[in-house]
């Protein structure tokens, strides 16, 4: 069975994580409470109850089941009356909380989800007993993660490790609890990488951290500009403006960065020190201060000192695992085996990336060399040591826990997406390589935002035009602007390509018309951002591809408003972004391009 282990989205709490390890711990006094009260009490007899008192009774809990110990989500629901006896409701809102199902009315189902108590309070005024099967899963695969629970893949079980009995049995905020939590995190790659950035690089904004953790150009693996971000908070208008960046602007790399080096904060090996910071924004400095900036301690320099073995103590092991090769990417299991094989091929013996290549053919891997150092690159960027010389690379690491689980076939076919990102990636040779993240959020039907703020990244970060990302009601997604050209633009994530619907070409016609008359009908007046000198206005859909009419609907725009735009495949976006920044297309010329009146291809 294949779980995901390694990034953990929502851990937090010493607590919680120390009472999901004693929960499968035998005897211990939250394992007695929870055979002998809370599950009896707040687990439906229709359901798993016996099942889970069994699970943790014993020596059992050396093979506790992963679904007993997380819980089935909202597939099990209350009824009424259990949720008056249990929770103490009264009849009507019970009645109401059971009309709208969902996770809301989801029944307790997991060792985990009862072990650790949700925040919702109760008319009793007590908090919910037991909380969600997604929150109580992040602490397991946190405890997973840093070593305190092992997980065995062929019997999809889980046991305590001694290092976790341990840590769970120790005093809150304790030097014991620290020293054991600590000596998990040196086994912890992502950990590593963050000690080491901020040891090399000073202080550092989660931004800033985030734009260097994890896989380079990948979905599940995001920063917000922090250009966009400083800019926006320094021009917003209202409270409330300030309040919905300071909480929407944030990507995955950015909440993995926050989150590890808040443990980290909480075991004394690094400072959490708001950073004032300016970033050029629409052509002028803003500045902001960023409360969620880091430094390494003394403390936290001394262990990373171990970390790179530069101690009588000599390296940790790392423990890393097969799923946290690759998360939210199209072709997670076929990156997650081809990054295992790298590994393989560098983890006792050095190679070039010519004997890497060929080691990984005879695997079933046909790759570029351009691919081969983007994936050393992002291994490193997880946390690896890689010793990179003239005659090769190699891992210095001590790995362990590193494996294909059994059920997981030899995936060695690509989607046409990873072909696409693989050819295209060769080509960019003056484009930063996080952006072929592009590829994989264009063609994800759920990664609308994500995909505004990483192209208009791209045109403001990597290719120093001006402009920014608005979206938001009544608003385009963004625009931008060099000397007297401006564009409208408006991004469209679609798994099976984009027909650029007449609802949408009307869309782009009212913001158009807006732009041309400036007046009161659309009170958040976005244009406003437009350059003074900005005289000559185009506009441009970008998507994963075009299909159907939007040909004809590129025309309509052009009738209806004698403005002339096109649309831009997520491929022929960083082929675009080359040319400009390798000055093969000037600004006046890229410009130019975008007002084809068609689709727009590049040749290279």
Sequence with gaps: MSRTFGWIQDGGSFDNLKSVILSIVPESRLNQRLREELIPNFVPDRFNKYELIDAITGENCNSVPYDLFKGFGSGKQLTV???????????????????????????????????????????????????????????????VSLGFIEYNSESDTCKVSDLGQRFAESD?????????????????????RILQLLSEQGHLTKFEIGRQLGFIGEAGFTSVSQSLYVGGIDTATTPTERTEIR??????????????????????????????????????????TIGQSYMITQRGQSYLNRVMGRTRHGRSTKRVFWNMLATAAPDANYLRNRRYYIIQSIKSTRRTI????????????????????????????????IDRTANGFLIKDVISNLSIPNDIDAVT?????????????????????????????????SSNREFELETMSLFTDELNYQGLHLGGARRPDGLFYKDTNGVIVDTKAYS????????????????????????????????????????????????????????????????????????????NLLLFAEKVNSGVLSYEDSFQTLRCNDEITINM
């Design 81 to 143: 009356e259990e949720n008056v006896n249990m929770f103490g409701y009264s009849i009507d809102q019970a009645r109401e909380i059971v009309s709208k199902g969902g996770r809301g009315n989801a029944a307790c189902s997991g060792i985990a989800q009862i072990a650790t108590p949700a925040q919702k309070r109760l008319p009793n005024g007590q908090n919910k007993p037991y909380q969600g099967d997604w929150q109580a899963e992040c602490f397991i695969r946190w405890a």
């Design 354 to 385: 010519e004997e890497i290549k060929s080691y990984l053919y005879q695997n079933g891997y046909e790759l570029n060399e351009a691919t081969i150092a983007d994936d050393i690159n992002s291994l490193i960027s997880i946390g690896l040591q």
């Design 496 to 571: 099976n390509g984009y027909n650029l619907p007449i609802t949408q070409a009307d869309e782009m016609i009212r913001y158009i018309e807006e732009n041309k008359n400036r007046g009161d009908l659309n009170p958040n007046q976005w244009w406003e951002h437009f350059g003074e000198n900005v005289s000559s206005f185009s506009y441009l859909f970008i998507s994963s591809e075009f299909r159907g009419h939007y040909r004809d609907n590129i025309q309509y725009i052009k009738n209806r408003t004698d403005y002339d735009g096109g649309v831009l495949n997520s491929k």
């Design 247 to 288: 909480q929407n602007f944030e990507g995955s790399s950015d909440k993995y960065a926050r989150m590890i080096a808040g443990w980290l904060c909480q075991i004394g090996w690094v400072a959490k020190v708001p950073k004032k910071v300016t970033e050029n924004y629409l052509g002028a400095p803003h500045t902001t």
């Design 413 to 445: 076919q690509r989607t046409d997406i990873s072909v696409i990102k693989d050819e295209v990636r060769e080509q960019l040779r003056n484009v930063n390589h996080r952006y072929l993240v592009l590829l994989d959020l264009s063609y994800d039907n």
């Design 172 to 192: 809150n905020g304790s030097d014991e609890e620290k020293s054991l939590f600590g000596e998990a995190m040196l086994s912890y790659p992502p950990a590593c």
